[in-house]
C-alpha cells in the first residue's frame, strides 16, 4: 500500500508548500493542525487535501509523518504520541534534504530576499522546462517528470544544514532572529557551513561585506552594481512600470533584462537568477521572455485598491527589508506621500534592532506603530514596548490600534505600506473596512 505523507502543521508556510507538491506529484497527503484560519490553506483546500484538527488517531500505520519545526511534545499531542510510541518522523528541512537528491537542486538562502528571489527562480525554471519548486509564501508546485528543484533554505536555527544543494544564491547576510543567534559572526559562521555543502556554484551579492568572507567547495560567483563583480547589473532604469537593466559578465555583455517590479533590491534579485541560469546553461533569451511576466509573491509588495486608495502588504519585518519596501513604493509612487504603518515583529528583534528600525521607518514620510507582535518562542520578552520606537523616530510616529485606525485618514495623497510578520494584516483589515464604510455613507 502506498504511505500517506501526514503533515504535522499543515497550514506553516513551508509546510503547506511541501504538501501541495508532493500531492501534484501524484503522492497521497493530509495533514493537522488548528482551527485558526491561515492564509495558506486556501490552497490545499482548493487541490483537496484534508486539514484534520489535532488527534493521535491521525498517525495511523501506513502514514509517514512529516512534523513541523513550531511543535514538541510539550504542545502537541501528535509529537507527544509519536514519541511514546515509537513512530518515526522527520522535521520539513529533514525531509527536504533527503527529498532533493533526487533533482538538479538550487536552493536560494540569504537574511533577507529569500522568498521573492524563490518565486522568481522558479517562475522562470518552470516556463522553460519541468521543475518543481517550493516557496516561504506557501507555494509549492510539483511534477513527477521535474529534473529541476527550486527551493527556500531558510537559515533560523541552522534549518539549512541538512540541503547539500548543486547551485545555490545567497542574497545577503545580516544579524536576524537574536533569539537564536548570538551575533553576526555567529550568523556568518551559519551560512558559511551551508555555503560548503553547495556542490556546484555559489551565487552571493559581492557587495555585501560578510558575504565576501565566505568559502566554498564549488565556484564562488559574485553578482552586483559595481565592477569587480562576476555578474554585474548596470544601465538602470527605474520607472512606475517597472525596472530595466543590463547585465555583464566578466565585461561580456549579456544583454538587457526588464522585470515588473520594483526596488534596487529585486533588480539585484533578477541578477542573481540571471547569473545562475547563464551558468548552468539556460538559454537567456528564454530567462529574458519570463522575467518580464514575474508577478511577485504573496505579501512581497502585494498591492490593492479600495476606494481609490492604494494599499500595498508587505512581509518586510527587518530594517533592511522596510528600507527596500519604502524605496520600491517611491519609486511606483514618486508623487504620492509614503505612508508606513509598521509592527514590530519579537521582542528580541526590536530591542536588538531598535536605532536600525527608526532609521528604516525614517525613509517614509508618515510613520504609524502597531503593539509588538510576541512570539511564541520567545521565553523572555524583555523591557521593550513599541513607545520606545516611536520616540527614537525623528518623524512624529502614532500609535494605532486595530480597533480604531482612523488616524491614517489624515493623508489625502497617500499611499499606504503595511509592513510586519505578525498580524499586521488586522490592521490593514480593519483600514480597509473604515475606507469602505466612508464610500457607503458618502452615497
Do not use: W
Request: glycine residues 8%; charged residues 20%; proline residues 3%.
Amino acid at each position: 500500500m502506498t504511505k500517506t505523507y501526514h503533515f504535522i502543521g499543515i497550514k506553516g508556510s513551508g509546510m503547506s508548500a511541501l504538501a501541495l507538491m508532493l500531492h501534484q506529484m501524484g503522492h497521497q497527503v493530509q495533514g493537522s493542525d488548528v482551527e485558526k484560519y491561515y492564509f495558506t490553506q486556501r490552497g490545499l483546500e482548493q487541490a483537496g487535501i484534508k486539514i484534520l484538527p489535532f488527534d493521535e488517531k491521525n498517525l495511523q500505520a501506513d502514514v509517514e509523518v512529516i512534523a513541523g519545526n513550531a511543535f514538541r511534545p510539550d504542545n502537541n499531542l501528535e509529537i507527544a504520541y509519536a514519541d511514546a510510541n515509537g513512530i518515526s518522523y522527520k522535521r520539513y528541512h529533514e525531509f527536504l534534504g533527503i527529498f532533493m537528491r533526487n533533482f538538479v537542486s538550487m536552493g536560494v538562502a540569504g537574511a533577507h530576499g529569500k522568498t521573492s528571489t524563490t518565486g522568481m527562480l522558479a517562475h522562470v525554471l518552470s516556463n522553460i522546462t519541468d521543475t518543481s519548486y517550493l516557496i516561504g509564501d506557501g507555494t509549492g508546485r510539483g511534477s513527477a517528470n521535474a529534473k529541476y528543484f527550486a527551493f527556500e533554505a531558510d537559515e533560523y536555527e541552522r534549518h539549512f544544514m541538512p540541503y547539500h544543494p548543486e547551485y545555490s544564491i545567497i542574497t545577503n547576510i545580516d544579524f536576524d532572529h537574536p533569539d537564536y543567534f548570538t551575533s553576526l559572526e555567529d550568523v556568518f559562521n551559519a551560512f558559511n557551513d551551508y555555503a560548503k555543502q553547495v556542490s556546484k556554484g555559489v551565487f552571493v551579492y559581492g557587495e555585501d561585506k560578510e558575504l565576501r568572507r565566505i568559502t566554498a567547495n564549488a565556484p564562488i560567483y559574485y553578482y552586483g552594481f559595481k565592477e569587480g563583480n562576476d555578474f554585474v547589473a548596470h544601465d538602470l532604469l527605474r520607472s512606475t512600470t517597472g525596472s530595466s537593466f543590463k547585465v555583464s559578465f566578466c565585461g561580456k555583455e549579456l544583454g538587457e533584462f526588464k522585470i515588473p517590479s520594483f526596488g534596487r533590491h529585486n533588480i539585484m534579485n533578477a541578477t542573481a537568477v540571471i547569473g545562475l541560469l547563464y551558468t548552468v546553461g539556460f538559454d537567456l533569451t528564454l530567462v529574458r521572455e519570463h522575467l518580464a511576466t514575474f508577478g511577485g509573491v504573496k505579501r512581497r509588495f502585494t498591492e490593492k485598491m479600495v476606494n481609490g486608495t492604494t494599499i500595498i502588504d508587505d512581509f518586510a519585518h527587518h530594517p533592511t527589508e522596510i528600507i527596500a519596501t519604502l524605496d520600491a513604493a517611491r519609486q511606483k509612487y514618486p508623487s504620492k506621500e509614503i505612508v508606513a504603518i509598521f509592527q514590530p515583529h519579537t521582542f528580541t528583534r526590536t530591542i536588538a534592532l531598535l536605532d536600525e528600525f527608526a532609521e528604516a521607518l525614517n525613509q517614509a514620510d508618515a510613520v504609524y506603530l502597531a503593539q509588538i507582535y510576541g512570539s511564541a518562542r520567545e521565553v523572555d520578552h524583555g523591557d521593550v514596548k513599541v513607545e520606545d520606537l516611536a520616540e527614537k523616530i525623528i518623524k512624529k510616529a502614532e500609535i494605532i490600534t486595530v480597533d480604531n485606525v482612523s488616524p491614517l485618514l489624515e493623508h489625502p495623497n497617500a499611499v499606504y505600506v503595511f509592513m510586519g510578520a505578525g498580524d499586521i494584516q488586522t490592521y490593514e483589515y480593519s483600514f480597509e473596512r473604515l475606507l469602505s464604510n466612508l464610500t457607503s455613507n458618502v452615497q
